[in-house]
């Protein structure tokens, strides 16, 4: 490969809040400790106290990605794109 650099420039750029949103949404459905106070991204955060996994009691105090595991990362990475098929197959085809 002559470029081995990623390129992640989003085709419709003003997803990039929906898509921030989800990310954390679904890492505190996931009880996953991400997103404290206002680099939440809109986060839903009643939700996620409820999990634990923002502002709870979890031992991780640490906000942001940093300390969660490449298989957690992915693993929401995963239910975005899950999301994101199944809207785009309801869209197409109806209610499934």
Avoid: C
């Avoid at 906000?63 to 197409?92: C, D, F, Y």
């Amino acid at each position: 490969m002559a470029n081995s650099r990623r390129n992640n420039r989003q085709v419709v750029p003003e997803s990039r809040h929906m898509l921030n949103q989800m990310k954390y949404e679904i890492a505190a459905e996931f009880g996953l400790n991400v997103g404290h106070g206002s680099s939440s991204y809109g986060a839903d955060t009643e939700f996620g106290s409820e999990l634990g996994a923002i502002g709870g009691n979890s031992s991780s105090h640490r906000p942001g990605w940093g300390h969660i595991t490449s298989r957690e990362n992915g693993s929401v990475g995963g239910e975005i794109t899950k999301r994101l098929v199944r809207q785009a197959e309801q869209s197409m085809f109806g209610q499934l």
